[in-house]
């Protein structure tokens, strides 16, 4: 049996993954009515949703620098309440130009609590002695899935956006409280010990990080996608209704909580690659069903696969960056998990401008030629034995 105080620990960092999760997906799965309340287009909506990716891009460096200057369990908990608090401030913005304001906020909240959340799951990840990596990534999609439920049902009984996100923002404070006491203090490093870590072999680090970052990125740039444009899409292209589409995003959710719950399990069983493989296909066979039929059962089972694929790609990618040669673990994980989060923040804002232009059908092909690349890059790195 675990150590108790271990026990405690994961239960705390598994906390702060789902209150992100579900949050994030509470006033995701209301974009739509966000959208009209504004009176944006698809082109200007990518523009707001470009300020959370340029938040978070702002962020991530300087919340790793931070993290490990003076422990990521300090930070984590500063960011984790400014994250919390960002969320009605989205709701009760008055034009275009301050949700933007917010939005940014929002990027730059939710970046820094990414990186730290998954310094401090690595750090139990080790202690614990085995691969739970994925479990931590299933807390967070059972929180995104039961975020999206809930802004579907406070959707279907009309309440107020501005009352609907306040109230959840505020809630979400509790649990990190107590979350917040239970951390592993991380290990400290003077400015000079970085410095020389960047130093060592630049070339070899960013050859070795370079398949992992395209893996995350464009895993990631699916998961973008589908939180911020898969209501939308149900809603515009498939022609469903806002309560309908809102449970579009919830299908996505419950998949990839389904395949983080059993992915340590099948890590084990088949192998990181082989896994990983399976789950490109899915994600590629899942979306290219959903853009090619366009119906609401067609796009139901298309958004499940894609949910399902691409559930332990990122929970694998950031584990195996944690635990690199010649890299050390803070460098590795922090590298991954930055590039893959510019997927997920960039993503979405790249596909309303290819939306407006083009059409959503075809802004989401983008992401299916993602797929197929990390299918490729996989294939790769398989061959070379780099996992």
């Known amino acids: ?61 300087f919340a790793g620098w931070l993290g490990s200057r003076f422990g990521s369990e300090k930070i984590l908990k500063i960011v984790a309440i400014l994250f919390c608090l960002s969320i009605p401030m989205v709701a009760i913005s008055q034009n275009e130009w301050i949700i933007r304001l917010c939005f940014f906020f929002l990027g730059a909240a939710s970046g820094s609590m990414d990186v730290t959340m998954n310094g401090q799951a690595v750090l139990v990840e080790r202690l614990w002695g085995k691969i739970i990596f994925s479990s931590f ?29 306040f109230v959840i923002g505020l809630l979400g404070i509790l649990p990190i409280l107590w979350a917040s006491t239970q951390l592993i203090k991380d290990q400290k490093h003077e400015p000079e010990t970085l410095k020389s870590n960047v130093k060592t072999d630049n070339f070899l680090a960013f050859k070795t990080i370079l398949p992992f970052g395209i893996l995350a990125f464009c895993c990631m740039t699916g998961e973008g996608a589908m939180v911020d444009w898969s209501a939308i899409f149900m809603n515009t292209v498939v022609g469903q209704s806002e309560v309908i589409s809102a449970w579009a995003f919830g299908i996505f959710g419950v998949s990839m909580t389904i395949g983080r719950i059993f992915g340590d399990f099948f890590t084990l069983k088949l192998g990181k690659q082989k896994l990983m493989l399976i789950d490109a296909l899915l994600a590629i066979v899942g979306l290219a069903m959903a853009l090619t039929f366009v119906s609401l059962w067609s796009t139901f089972v298309g958004f499940f696969l894609v949910g399902l694929g691409l559930s332990t790609i990122v929970p694998i990618v950031f584990s195996s960056a944690g635990n690199l040669k010649n890299i050390s673990p803070s460098a590795g994980i922090s590298m991954a998990t930055s590039i893959g989060y510019a997927g997920f923040f960039i993503g979405p804002p790249a596909i309303g401008f290819l939306a407006e232009t083009f059409g959503l059908r075809v802004g989401l092909g983008f992401v299916l030629g993602l797929f197929l690349l990390m299918a490729i890059v996989l294939l790769t790195i398989s061959n070379k034995n780099k996992i």
């Not at 309340?37 to 991530?60: D, K, P, W």
């Open 1 to 61: 049996m675990k150590n108790k105080n271990l026990l405690v620990n994961r239960i705390a960092v598994s906390t702060f993954f789902f209150v992100n999760g579900f949050l994030y997906a509470n006033w995701t799965a209301r974009l739509p009515e966000l959208q009209r309340f504004f009176g944006l287009n698809n082109a200007q909506l990518g523009t707001v949703l470009f300020c959370i990716a340029l938040g978070s891009m702002v962020s991530m460096p």
């Open 137 to 165: 990534h299933a807390i967070f999609s059972i929180g995104m899935a039961l975020g999206a439920a809930a802004g579907g049902i406070f959707s279907s009984f009309e309440v107020r956006l501005q009352a609907h996100l």
